[in-house]
Nanobody, 114 residues
Framework: QVHLVESGGGLVQAGGSLRLSCEVS????????MGWYRQAPGNQRELVAH???????NYAASVKGRFTISRNNANNTVTLQMNSLKPEDTAVYYC????????WGQGTQVTVSS
């Protein structure tokens, strides 16, 4: 069983920054890809950023250059640094473990005011 616990959401003004963290239980963290997704009201859940077990990253076009995903295999955490936030970044952000089946965190709210 894998458990994911997110932290770091909140309210920020446009142009500000937030840092999301996801702590993953279990000994498999270092061998699995991890991702951050988000879901705004009325929208489907979408991929924001992904990092492979080897550290390769990819980003949604809407966040490229503003967000950075990273991982620390020593303490089983994946982090999403979000800079230059925009109101359209407002959503619930979910941490994802790319397994079959995938595992999800409980979500953390990010609200960006204009």
């Amino acid at each position: 069983q894998v458990h994911l616990v997110e932290s770091g959401g909140g309210l920020v003004q446009a142009g500000g920054s937030l840092r999301l963290s996801c702590e993953v239980s279990g000994s498999i963290f270092s061998i699995i890809g991890m991702g951050w997704y988000r879901q705004a009201p009325g929208n489907q859940r979408e991929l924001v950023a992904h990092i492979t077990s080897g550290g390769a990253t990819n980003y949604a076009a809407s966040v490229k250059g503003r967000f950075t995903i990273s991982r620390n295999n020593a303490n089983n955490t994946v982090t999403l640094q979000m800079n230059s936030l925009k109101p359209e970044d407002t959503a619930v952000y979910y941490c994802n473990a790319a397994m079959a089946p995938p595992y999800w965190g409980q979500g953390t709210q990010v609200t960006v005011s204009s």
